[in-house]
């Protein structure tokens, strides 16, 4: 996929852009992604032209300071205006592009008398702007002179008569209940845009229309790649397993053991659905991510496997293991979307009754498993209104049964891939070997540094950035030392699903520690190393 850099502040905005970007040959990626010490300028001023020109100087000069030629790398900007034809004339529109602080100063009630004392015409618009940098080497073939063009929609409405109570949308959350969306309704509504069902609110989305102009002007212009379907040869033909279950019925056991005995890449779909919530929330956001995936997947049931498939599409030629899947379209998603590139799912549901998965749970110790048999119970009926029950039911679906020993189970496990004479990489001498590398990429350090301290009962700590890069000159010390800025940088540019978050109460440094996608990942890199040091 193609990457476009869009230069905003604003993480709502980011997540209504890669949203409107999905189906398309293209990744939307936030400036902090490209230019971590770059402070971006959104200049205060009255003039949407003035704005656009002055945020795009500061944008360009960001590309600078990250090293990137604005000669090949194309980037975006956004502005969303707002008019109240009551309190506009055909020289200035109020609000206009001061919208986010024109909010911040008034509340319904204030709005609601202004238009009263205007004649009470309710009438509105809300248009966006959307800026797209064209790249010095680009700009012949594409048949365009100017230093940028703009592509613009707009969306006519009016403004509610009373005050609409609802919540916002945590899966979609440019529709929410804080900015103007809390009071406008499009056209052909009835309610305002924030407390509409995003099936309505694509029809009617302000923005859609300029970022469908900016798609289709790249497409015509073939920046997007060719689409190509890749067919993965199996040579070994371990056969793909998905795994189902719920909360410690040991799906992750498995994977792990798949991983380590006989080279499985795990793909954990919960990893996924965090990944999902912090590009639309940040890391601390306003909902529990329990309550967000079972939203999300009422909502949008691919949310987590759009993902997940996106990340495996890379690893084609390696045996796959899924874990944690919720809702048969999940599976029904993953099963056909694989099938296109030539990979087929075996899928099993692992049994295990509840009173043994809950003495599990307080075994294992994991953050947020801190859970009586009441909560347990309850933590079982929101994955059941999720549709795991109705996964059980596939027809697809094979019984694993996880209630005797860990020593049965793992034997049935070695029974799904059929292929005894492989044996189970010996992870600590392997690590201890690694000594003697004198290069390795940053991530694949950090992967192997926390793999080094990884603990199977989920108690193992968080760590630091600081102590990260202690940990990555601990495991490679021929290596030029990865300082801690440069760890530092890594973790604020972007998630990564390898990486489970935890920040102390009242303590504002982030703390990592490897999800079990990234030990599946981590698992990998450690054989890579091993094989090219051979």
């Given at each position: 996929?193609?990457?476009?850099?869009?230069?905003?502040?604003?993480?709502?905005?980011?997540?209504?852009?890669?949203?409107?970007?999905?189906?398309?040959?293209?990744?939307i990626?936030?400036?902090?992604?490209?230019?971590?010490?770059?402070?971006?300028?959104?200049?205060?001023?009255?003039?949407?032209?003035?704005?656009?020109?002055?945020?795009?100087?500061?944008?360009?000069?960001?590309?600078?300071?990250?090293?990137?030629?604005?000669a090949?790398?194309a980037f975006?900007?956004?502005?969303?205006?707002?008019?109240?034809?009551?309190?506009?004339d055909?020289?200035?529109?109020?609000?206009?592009?001061?919208?986010?602080?024109?909010m911040?100063?008034?509340?319904?009630?204030?709005?609601?008398?202004?238009?009263?004392?205007?004649?009470?015409?309710?009438?509105?618009?809300?248009?966006?702007?959307?800026?797209?940098?064209?790249?010095?080497?680009?700009?012949?073939?594409?048949?365009?002179?100017?230093?940028?063009?703009?592509?613009?929609?707009?969306?006519?409405?009016?403004?509610?008569?009373?005050?609409?109570?609802?919540?916002?949308?945590?899966?979609y959350?440019?529709?929410?209940?804080?900015?103007?969306?809390?009071?406008?309704?499009?056209?052909?509504?009835?309610?305002?845009?924030?407390?509409?069902?995003?099936?309505?609110?694509?029809?009617?989305?302000?923005r859609?229309?300029?970022?469908?102009?900016?798609?289709?002007?790249?497409?015509?212009?073939?920046?997007?790649?060719?689409?190509?379907?890749?067919?993965?040869l199996?040579?070994?033909?371990?056969?793909?397993?998905?795994?189902?279950?719920?909360?410690?019925?040991?799906?992750?056991?498995?994977?792990q053991?798949?991983?380590?005995?006989?080279?499985?890449?795990?793909?954990?779909?919960s990893?996924?659905?965090?990944?999902?919530?912090?590009?639309?929330?940040?890391?601390?956001?306003?909902?529990?991510?329990?309550?967000?995936?079972?939203?999300?997947?009422?909502?949008?049931?691919?949310?987590?496997?759009?993902?997940?498939?996106?990340?495996?599409?890379?690893?084609?030629?390696?045996?796959?293991?899924?874990?944690?899947?919720?809702?048969?379209?999940?599976?029904?998603f993953?099963?056909?979307?694989?099938?296109?590139?030539?990979?087929?799912?075996?899928?099993y549901f692992?049994?295990?009754?509840?009173?043994?998965?809950?003495?599990?749970?307080?075994?294992?110790?994991?953050?947020?498993?801190?859970?009586?048999?009441?909560?347990?119970?309850?933590?079982?009926?929101?994955?059941?209104?999720?549709?795991?029950?109705?996964?059980?039911q596939?027809?697809?679906?094979?019984p694993?049964?996880?209630?005797?020993?860990l020593?049965?189970y793992?034997?049935?496990?070695?029974?799904?891939?059929?292929?005894a004479?492989?044996?189970?990489?010996?992870?600590?001498?392997?690590?201890s070997?690694?000594?003697?590398?004198?290069?390795?990429?940053?991530?694949?350090?950090?992967l192997?540094?926390?793999?080094?301290?990884?603990?199977?009962?989920?108690?193992?700590?968080?760590?630091?950035?600081?102590?990260?890069?202690?940990?990555?000159?601990?495991?490679?010390?021929?290596?030029?030392?990865?300082?801690?800025?440069?760890?530092?940088?890594?973790?604020?540019?972007?998630?990564?699903?390898?990486?489970?978050?935890?920040?102390?109460?009242?303590?504002?440094?982030?703390?990592?520690?490897?999800?079990?996608?990234?030990?599946g990942?981590?698992?990998?890199?450690?054989?890579?190393?091993?094989?090219?040091?051979?």
């Open positions: 996929m193609r990457e476009l850099t869009f230069f905003t502040s604003n993480q709502t905005k980011l997540a209504h852009a890669r949203y409107l970007a999905e189906g398309r040959r293209i990744r990626k936030g400036f902090r992604q490209r230019t971590y010490h770059a402070g971006y300028n959104e200049p205060r001023l009255h003039s949407r032209d003035e704005i656009l020109e002055q945020s795009y100087v500061s944008a360009l000069a960001q590309i600078g300071k990250a090293r990137l030629p604005a090949s790398h975006i900007l956004e502005d969303t205006s707002v008019r109240i034809d009551a309190l506009s055909e020289t200035h529109e109020v609000p206009g592009v001061d919208i986010k602080y024109w911040e100063e008034r509340t319904f009630e204030s709005v609601d008398a202004l238009l009263k004392a205007a004649g009470n015409d309710r009438s509105a618009s809300v248009r966006s702007d959307i800026l797209l940098h064209i790249p010095g080497n680009f700009a012949k073939s594409w048949g365009v002179e100017a230093e940028y063009l703009v592509f613009t929609s707009k969306q006519r409405g009016s403004i509610i008569d009373r005050e609409h109570i609802f919540d916002s949308n945590p899966v959350p440019w529709l929410d209940n804080r900015s103007f969306n809390k009071w406008f309704v499009p056209a052909g509504c009835e309610v305002p845009l924030g407390a509409l069902p995003i099936t309505h609110a694509d029809q009617v989305d302000f859609r229309g300029a970022f469908e102009q900016l798609f289709d002007f790249l497409e015509a212009r073939r920046y997007f790649p060719t689409p190509t379907i890749q067919l993965a199996q040579f070994d033909r371990k056969p793909n397993i998905l795994l189902c279950g719920y909360t410690c019925s040991g799906k992750t056991t498995a994977s053991y798949l991983a380590r005995r006989f080279g499985y890449l795990h793909i954990e779909a990893d996924f659905m965090h990944l999902s919530y912090y590009y639309r929330h940040g890391f601390r956001g306003p909902t529990p991510i329990g309550d967000f995936a079972e939203r999300a997947l009422a909502e949008k049931p691919t949310i987590a496997a759009e993902k997940a498939i996106e990340y495996m599409l890379a690893y084609l030629t390696e045996p796959l293991v899924v874990s944690g899947f919720r809702v048969p379209t999940e599976v029904t993953l099963d056909t979307t694989m099938s296109i590139h030539g990979r087929e799912f075996t899928h692992v049994e295990a009754d509840e009173a043994s998965r809950f003495a599990r749970l307080r075994a294992r110790a994991r953050p947020g498993d801190s859970l009586d048999a009441r909560e347990f119970h309850n933590r079982d009926l929101q994955q059941q209104r999720m549709g795991l029950d109705a996964i059980r596939l027809e697809t679906m094979q694993l049964g996880n209630q005797d020993d020593a049965t793992l034997a049935k496990i070695d029974l799904l891939v059929g292929d004479d492989e044996k189970e990489i010996d992870i600590a001498a392997r690590l070997s690694l000594s003697g590398i004198g290069e390795i990429g940053l991530q694949d350090a950090i192997i540094a926390l793999l080094r301290v990884w603990e199977e009962d989920e108690t193992r700590q968080f760590y630091t950035t600081t102590e990260i890069a202690a940990l990555i000159a601990e495991a490679f010390p021929a290596i030029h030392p990865k300082h801690k800025d440069n760890v530092s940088r890594y973790f604020n540019q972007d998630f990564y699903v390898y990486y489970e978050i935890s920040e102390g109460a009242g303590v504002a440094v982030r703390r990592y520690r490897l999800s079990n996608t990234g030990y990942m981590a698992i990998r890199v450690l054989r890579d190393l091993m094989s090219n040091t051979c």
